[in-house]
């Protein structure tokens, strides 16, 4: 499977500041994916990245808070905007091989004070 | 009703007993179920995918998929120590031309000694 790396591994930030994590793939991928995993619960699809075009956002995730980048086909960037204290979770980029099954990166550990 | 839902835990089971784990889900066009296994602090690994009815075996895992029941089940014989974590299982959300996996609450596993 592909080898995928996130940076930061985790951070601490201040109310109404933002954070970009970055989402690397060793090899070029069509679709790129953003999910959040708030504390104690499961998966949430925050949206669906692909390359030249504008991310898709799932219900209840806006661009103008969870901006997103796609330069190329192995890279993209979530930026967490105008934190709060609710905004404290791991965020999980991942990629799709073979037939539908996706990988996921180590997650970046955010905690907002 | 939840998308996806996981049998309650946690659970616990000795080790060298087989553990069950359920999962049932509401889009009836769905076609492509997953396991992931989630340790503490680590980001989902995949260790199981199936897309027909019946069973599917890898080593120790075996996968179960009912259709009709809307129902997807994973075995794990000789249960180790090591197997203990939080097990999710996700549903290929049917007529996204896109790979939206939709996550259950995921179920915690111990396996104790």
């Known amino acids: 499977s592909a080898v995928i790396s996130q940076k930061p591994s985790r951070d601490i930030c201040q109310r109404g500041t933002s954070l970009t994590i970055q989402c690397q793939v060793d090899?070029?991928?069509?679709?790129m994916f953003w999910y959040r995993q708030q504390p104690g619960q499961s998966l949430t699809l925050i949206a669906t990245a692909n390359q030249g075009s504008e991310a898709t956002y799932e219900s209840g995730f806006v661009i103008d808070k969870f901006p997103i980048s796609r330069p190329n086909l192995t890279f993209s960037t979530l930026t967490v905007s105008n934190m709060s204290p609710e905004d404290s979770s791991i965020y999980l980029c991942?990629?799709?091989?073979?037939?539908?099954?996706?990988?996921f990166g180590p997650g970046t550990r955010l905690t907002v004070l | 009703q939840k998308e996806v839902e996981q049998n309650s835990g946690p659970l616990s089971v000795p080790e060298g007993a087989i553990a069950s784990l359920n999962c049932t889900y509401s889009d009836r066009g769905s076609q492509s179920f997953f396991w992931y296994r989630q340790y503490s602090g680590k980001s989902p690994e995949l260790i199981m995918s199936i897309y027909s009815n019946g069973d599917k075996e890898d080593g120790r895992f075996t996968a179960q998929l009912n259709k009709a029941s809307q129902y997807v089940s994973l075995l794990i014989r000789d249960s180790q120590p090591s197997d203990s974590a939080t097990y999710l299982c996700a549903v290929l959300t049917g007529g996204t031309s896109y790979g939206k996996l939709t996550f259950g609450q995921g179920t915690i596993l111990t396996v104790h000694p």
């Open positions: 991942s990629v799709i091989q073979g037939w539908n099954e996706q990988f």
């Open positions: 090899s070029q991928v069509t679709m």
